[in-house]
């Protein structure tokens, strides 16, 4: 299974929704952090990662975001390209970075928006 298949953070528009990203991230070692984190790793735990990073990181952009935690995956949307981009970028830094991921969890749990 290709990379492209297993990461979703690609910025896309709808004339409904604005700008949106869907976020996931199936790859086996995120899978495996995940569970040794007792997460399930679908849409509510990433909310809750996104809403911590950016809580963190740029708080008020947090009123600009509409959530849609419903499946594996999150939908994120903006009328805000600038805010999306934002988005997209700390979503990357979730991705990569174990132990940005690691404090955003403890945040969110703490904070009571982590499943």
């Not at 949106?20 to 569970?35: C, G, K, N, S």
């Not at 979503?91 to 904070?111: E, K, P, Q």
Request: with cysteine.
């Amino acid at each position: 299974m290709s990379e492209e298949i297993l990461v979703g953070n690609v910025m896309g528009h709808d004339s409904e929704l604005g700008y949106f990203l869907t976020v996931y991230d199936h790859r086996p070692e995120t899978i495996e952090f995940m569970r040794q984190n007792m997460l399930q790793g679908g849409g509510p735990t990433w909310m809750g990662l996104i809403i911590a990073a950016m809580k963190a990181e740029s708080p008020n952009t947090l009123t600009s975001l509409e959530f849609d935690d419903s499946s594996d995956e999150v939908l994120v949307s903006s009328s805000s390209k600038a805010t999306l981009t934002l988005v997209q970028n700390y979503v990357s830094i979730l991705m990569t970075d174990s132990d940005f991921m690691g404090n955003c969890i403890t945040n969110a749990r703490r904070d009571g928006y982590m499943e």
